[in-house]
């Protein structure tokens, strides 16, 4: 009975040490796992610094911020299509003038300048698209009323 006393208490010793040792190594090596909610905050934090360092290099090269969009007026004069390759060459295009607003903001930018936009005519038709294919519709553009010609560029 002694023997068997004994050995009761050295395994129920051994239990509590792996118990402890368990423990301590659960709080030794347990890294918290941020809640999914928590995950989204950071990233969404993280991409609100890079959208807010992208936006500040755009405004230091002169581009102008519109309802999510960004413009830039060359002050070089080109060809339309020479214009179009350098939006190209800086991941954007020539503009698409999808509201009313826009038109409006895109007539007060280039009151005083000679402007491309990203229209142009289907060749051999009077049909004009815009540089990603859409259709013009007369929705809001006035200048529709007017004959549509080129206007000559100083070479």
Do not use: H
Request: charged content about 25%; hydrophobic content about 45%; proline content about 5%.
């Amino acid at each position: 009975t002694r023997l068997l006393r004994l050995v009761i208490i050295g395994v129920g010793v051994l239990c509590i040490l792996q118990v402890a040792l368990n423990v301590s190594l659960r709080l030794a090596l347990y890294k918290p796992q941020p809640a999914p909610d928590e995950v989204i905050c950071v990233n969404k934090t993280e991409d609100m610094c890079k959208l807010k360092q992208e936006t500040r290099q755009y405004l230091q090269k002169g581009w102008l911020y519109f309802r999510d969009s960004f413009y830039f007026i060359s002050s070089v004069q080109k060809t339309w299509a020479e214009s179009r390759t350098d939006c190209q060459q800086e991941d954007a295009d020539l503009v698409i003038i999808n509201s009313r607003e826009e038109q409006i903001f895109i007539t007060q930018l280039a009151s005083d300048r000679l402007t491309w936009i990203g229209l142009q005519e289907v060749a051999g038709t009077e049909q004009w698209i815009w540089v990603n294919e859409a259709p013009l519709t007369d929705r809001f553009l006035p200048f529709l009323n007017i004959k549509i010609e080129w206007v000559p560029v100083p070479v």
